[in-house]
């Protein structure tokens, strides 16, 4: 079944409206609803927090500050992240619920819980703060400068960390002796994930355990998180997600509210429900992106890379998530340079507090970045040096395999230049000259991009899985990584029939609940199958090995005289059993692996896209959009060109539209919604046409896979932005709006 475009099972329970979401799941009765309120200020001192009339309101069972938290031990949410920093780490308390100050609007600052929604509404809006409002610094350059307000009395300067990872002599020196240096100022601004359904929560206290059934993507790792908090071991947690709407990355880690709603059903004995307002989300979750570049590529006369530099500054918001501080530096790094050979790159991050809400992983985290710098720095230098964008790329990609890079990964497998010729043939790149002529006559500006990415995916290393068959004929697989919508109920199941040759209907999965998953690393950084199908792999193997024992010793034979097939194992007498038979004999039937595979794969690929633009209004509208792209072996081909689309879709919606927005001077979120964050919509969008090629599958793994969950996202933004430059041709920053380009084309520079 490996490699068969079996169209997704779970879809039938989604379409139809029994997918089962935290919003869904049965209630018992005496179950309390919760609502949170929110700083209304970006920066704010709090003198004091009243709440008896809130307390005395109808339906109130509970109302929780920081005063009864901190009285019940309970600590700061931690950040995980690890970096070897020029100046260390600086990760300041970040209480469940604000203390002596609001850094952020809408962070929590009480939580009533109440019989019905409408009563703790009601009830929070009796709460009286007493705030003395304090300056407010939105923008991280400024955070950074001399007299800015400060944020942390223990990061003097708003400094978070500086980091930095290469050979800055090494770049010293190819920029003395480099014939051309292109600079550029690129700005990658802040986003939110926006996944379709917002944060959500039960806590309660079940079978003695603390338990959290909560729409999260690494229930092991954020209930590490919130036992850490809560001054409670992880084995006294019982975590659990049902079906979840989309995650893109901030659904990866444990939020405020958690630790109030677990701390509310501790104390009461009663189940608490919340579920975030969109609002809510925007405001009070975490935000993505967010790195601002100030970047330089050298080049000899013949138009070769010799050496990058890359000074940034990156939003952390007013505190550290759990992985923020991560994506700008590790992991950018790792994708720094692209699929370029170039000899030495310098990169440097200063992480910078804002009275902002925290940064976290969105979709790629820091591989967008990485690869939207070296691409528009290649566009530039092709325009100065007045060289064909396609054969500057073509000249300077990784040829040679394997290629150690800059920073010491070792890239082993790969058809870079392949991919680009593919992509200008497939999007014919030969006949745009005409299209851009018919553009013209009708008044229009009309512009081709085409660009290469390099993902470099693996995520948390190592991953655990376990196969049990069941006397009905069932099979069981359980697994660490996690869904949240890439189709794991089909492809998984799909792997498992085609490892033991039985009917795929057979095979029921397992995820998402720390007391049945032994461990596991959840989602994220495009993982699942590299990681987790690894696992499975190795499981199948453990699982068949203790099948063929029991055999053998049932019909009386060596493991070695046994033939396995459709389920059974077979002597060449004719007799045999089937797994089944097995399980029923044995009781229980099962295999279980675990790894700590720590290798990286390297899906990459081209992008081409086609705009057109209206210079009266500035309107741009994408024309066509085709990517040629190495996944490795494909396991299902039509599960993987469905995550590339819609990691498209989410790219050129960053290239063309999205952006959160907040105010300069006193940090009020402006786009605090879809009235005023704008997303592509099914009209903004062509056909997207992806093609998967299969011929340089990756060793890193038993199964070739690379992984496709994040490439599209990583891909989409240069190619656009590559076509609009073209288009208006003008240097023009994300997200390239009507009234951007209006002025880029009807205004003098």
Same mark, same amino acid.
């Given at each position: 079944?490996?490699?068969?475009?079996?169209?997704?099972?779970?879809?039938?329970?989604?379409?139809?409206?029994?997918?089962?979401?935290?919003?869904?799941?049965?209630?018992?009765?005496?179950?309390?609803?919760?609502?949170?309120?929110?700083?209304?200020?970006?920066?704010?001192?709090?003198?004091?927090?009243?709440?008896?009339?809130?307390?005395?309101?109808?339906?109130?069972?509970?109302?929780?500050?920081?005063?009864?938290?901190?009285?019940?031990?309970?600590?700061?949410?931690?950040?995980?992240?690890?970096?070897?920093?020029?100046?260390?780490?600086?990760?300041?308390?970040?209480?469940?619920?604000?203390?002596?100050?609001?850094?952020?609007?809408?962070?929590?600052?009480?939580?009533?819980?109440?019989?019905?929604?409408?009563?703790?509404?009601?009830? *929070?809006?009796?709460?009286?703060?007493?705030?003395?409002?304090?300056?407010?610094?939105?923008?991280?350059?400024?955070?950074?400068?001399?007299?800015?307000?400060?944020?942390?009395?223990?990061?003097?300067? @708003?400094?978070?960390?500086?980091?930095?990872?290469?050979?800055?002599?090494?770049?010293?020196?190819?920029?003395?002796?480099?014939?051309?240096?292109?600079?550029?100022?690129?700005?990658?601004?802040?986003?939110?994930?926006?996944?379709?359904?917002?944060?959500?929560?039960?806590?309660?206290?079940?079978?003695?355990?603390?338990?959290?059934?909560? @729409?999260?993507?690494?229930?092991?790792?954020?209930?590490?998180?919130?036992?850490?908090?809560?001054?409670?071991?992880?084995?006294?947690?019982?975590?659990?997600?049902?079906?979840?709407?989309?995650?893109?990355?901030?659904?990866?880690?444990?939020?405020?509210?958690?630790?109030?709603?677990?701390?509310?059903?501790?104390?009461?004995?009663?189940?608490?429900?919340?579920?975030?307002?969109? @609002?809510?989300?925007?405001?009070?979750?975490?935000?993505?992106?967010?790195?601002?570049?100030?970047?330089?590529? *050298?080049?000899?006369?013949?138009?070769?890379?010799?050496?990058?530099?890359?000074?940034?500054?990156?939003?952390?918001?007013?505190?550290?998530?759990?992985?923020?501080?991560?994506?700008?530096? @590790?992991?950018?790094?790792?994708?720094?340079?692209?699929?370029?050979?170039?000899?030495?790159?310098?990169?440097?991050?200063?992480?910078?507090?804002?009275?902002?809400?925290?940064?976290?992983?969105?979709?790629?985290?820091?591989?967008?970045?990485?690869?939207?710098?070296?691409?528009?720095?290649?566009?530039?230098?092709?325009?100065?040096?007045?060289?064909?964008?396609?054969?500057?790329?073509?000249?300077?990609?990784?040829?040679?395999?394997?290629?150690?890079?800059?920073?010491?990964?070792?890239?082993?497998?790969?058809?870079?230049?392949?991919?680009?010729?593919?992509?200008?043939?497939?999007?014919?790149?030969?006949?745009?000259?005409?299209?851009?002529?018919?553009?013209?006559?009708?008044?229009?500006?009309?512009?081709?991009?085409?660009?290469?990415?390099?993902?470099?995916?693996?995520?948390?290393?190592?991953?655990?899985?376990?196969?049990?068959?069941?006397?009905?004929?069932?099979?069981?697989?359980?697994?660490?990584?996690?869904?949240?919508?890439?189709?794991?109920?089909?492809?998984?199941?799909?792997?498992?029939?085609?490892?033991?040759?039985?009917?795929?209907?057979?095979?029921?999965?397992?995820?998402?609940?720390?007391?049945?998953?032994?461990?596991?690393?959840?989602?994220?950084?495009?993982?699942?199958?590299?990681?987790?199908?690894?696992?499975?792999?190795?499981?199948?193997? *453990?699982?068949?090995?203790?099948?063929?024992?029991?055999?053998?010793?049932?019909?009386?034979?060596?493991?070695?005289?046994?033939?396995?097939?459709?389920?059974?194992?077979?002597?060449?007498?004719?007799?045999?059993?089937?797994?089944?038979?097995?399980?029923?004999?044995?009781?229980?039937?099962?295999?279980?692996?675990?790894?700590?595979?720590?290798?990286?794969?390297?899906?990459?690929?081209?992008?081409?896209?086609?705009?057109?633009?209206?210079?009266?209004?500035?309107?741009?509208?994408?024309?066509?959009?085709?990517?040629?792209?190495?996944?490795?072996?494909?396991?299902?081909?039509?599960?993987?060109?469905?995550?590339?689309?819609?990691?498209?879709?989410?790219?050129?919606?960053?290239?063309?539209?999205?952006?959160?927005?907040?105010?300069?001077?006193?940090?009020?979120?402006?786009?605090?919604?879809?009235?005023?964050?704008?997303?592509?919509?099914?009209?903004?969008?062509?056909?997207?046409?992806?093609?998967?090629?299969?011929?340089?599958?990756?060793?890193?793994?038993?199964?070739?896979?690379?992984?496709?969950?994040?490439?599209?996202?990583?891909?989409?933004?240069?190619?656009?932005?590559?076509?609009?430059?073209?288009?208006?041709?003008?240097?023009?920053?994300?997200?390239?709006?009507?009234?951007?380009?209006?002025?880029?084309?009807?205004?003098?520079?």
């Amino acid at each position: 079944m490996f490699g068969q475009s079996i169209r997704r099972v779970e879809d039938q329970r989604f379409l139809t409206g029994r997918g089962q979401y935290v919003a869904d799941l049965p209630m018992p009765p005496g179950t309390l609803e919760a609502w949170f309120l929110r700083s209304p200020h970006a920066h704010a001192r709090i003198a004091s927090v009243s709440v008896e009339a809130a307390r005395a309101a109808p339906g109130v069972a509970l109302v929780l500050t920081a005063a009864e938290l901190e009285a019940a031990g309970i600590g700061s949410l931690p950040c995980n992240a690890v970096l070897a920093a020029e100046k260390p780490l600086v990760v300041p308390p970040r209480p469940a619920l604000a203390t002596d100050a609001v850094r952020h609007v809408g962070q929590p600052v009480a939580c009533v819980l109440a019989a019905t929604l409408a009563e703790a509404r009601d009830a *929070a809006e009796v709460i009286e703060v007493d705030y003395d409002p304090l300056d407010a610094v939105a923008c991280p350059d400024a955070a950074l400068e001399a007299g800015a307000p400060q944020l942390h009395a223990t990061a003097p300067g @708003n400094l978070a960390f500086l980091w930095h990872k290469g050979d800055a002599a090494a770049v010293a020196a190819a920029f003395a002796r480099a014939a051309r240096i292109v600079s550029a100022e690129i700005p990658n601004p802040r986003v939110t994930c926006a996944p379709i359904e917002t944060r959500a929560a039960v806590a309660l206290v079940e079978d003695g355990l603390l338990t959290l059934r909560c @729409n999260g993507q690494a229930l092991h790792g954020i209930r590490a998180q919130l036992a850490a908090a809560m001054g409670i071991a992880a084995e006294e947690m019982h975590l659990v997600a049902p079906d979840v709407g989309g995650g893109f990355g901030v659904k990866n880690v444990a939020f405020p509210e958690h630790v109030s709603l677990l701390h509310a059903a501790r104390l009461l004995g009663r189940p608490v429900r919340w579920q975030a307002e969109m @609002n809510e989300d925007f405001s009070g979750a975490a935000h993505g992106r967010g790195l601002y570049a100030q970047a330089r590529l *050298a080049l000899d006369a013949e138009g070769r890379f010799l050496a990058l530099e890359v000074d940034s500054v990156a939003e952390m918001g007013a505190y550290l998530s759990a992985l923020g501080p991560h994506c700008p530096t @590790n992991a950018a790094a790792t994708a720094m340079g692209g699929c370029y050979a170039i000899p030495d790159i310098h990169f440097t991050v200063r992480g910078a507090f804002t009275n902002t809400a925290p940064m976290e992983a969105y979709r790629g985290a820091g591989k967008p970045e990485s690869n939207f710098i070296i691409e528009t720095l290649i566009d530039r230098a092709a325009v100065e040096m007045g060289i064909d964008g396609q054969s500057l790329r073509a000249r300077n990609l990784i040829a040679a395999l394997p290629h150690r890079t800059a920073f010491g990964m070792e890239i082993r497998d790969g058809d870079f230049l392949s991919r680009l010729e593919e992509c200008a043939r497939l999007a014919d790149r030969a006949g745009f000259a005409a299209r851009r002529a018919g553009s013209a006559a009708r008044g229009k500006r009309r512009g081709f991009g085409l660009t290469c990415f390099l993902e470099t995916a693996r995520g948390t290393p190592g991953e655990w899985a376990r196969l049990r068959a069941r006397p009905d004929g069932g099979i069981e697989i359980a697994v660490g990584t996690q869904s949240n919508g890439q189709g794991h109920e089909t492809s998984f199941p799909q792997y498992i029939a085609h490892l033991l040759d039985v009917p795929m209907e057979s095979i029921r999965y397992a995820q998402a609940d720390t007391a049945r998953i032994v461990s596991g690393n959840g989602h994220g950084g495009a993982r699942s199958l590299h990681m987790g199908g690894e696992a499975m792999r190795l499981a199948a193997g *453990a699982f068949l090995a203790h099948a063929r024992s029991v055999a053998a010793r049932m019909l009386q034979a060596t493991p070695e005289a046994l033939h396995y097939a459709e389920g059974r194992f077979n002597l060449a007498d004719g007799r045999g059993l089937s797994l089944a038979q097995l399980a029923e004999e044995e009781g229980v039937l099962e295999g279980e692996a675990a790894h700590s595979l720590d290798l990286i794969t390297f899906p990459n690929g081209a992008h081409a896209a086609e705009v057109e633009v209206d210079p009266e209004t500035g309107e741009a509208r994408l024309l066509s959009y085709v990517a040629v792209d190495d996944y490795g072996t494909l396991l299902n081909p039509m599960l993987a060109r469905g995550q590339v689309q819609g990691g498209v879709a989410q790219g050129i919606g960053q290239a063309m539209m999205e952006r959160i927005v907040y105010d300069e001077d006193s940090a009020q979120l402006i786009s605090a919604g879809f009235m005023d964050y704008a997303m592509p919509r099914a009209s903004d969008l062509p056909g997207l046409h992806i093609h998967l090629r299969e011929d340089t599958p990756t060793q890193a793994n038993g199964l070739g896979v690379k992984g496709t969950g994040q490439a599209g996202c990583i891909a989409a933004p240069q190619a656009v932005m590559a076509a609009i430059r073209d288009a208006v041709g003008a240097d023009v920053t994300m997200p390239a709006t009507p009234e951007k380009l209006w002025r880029a084309l009807n205004l003098p520079a």
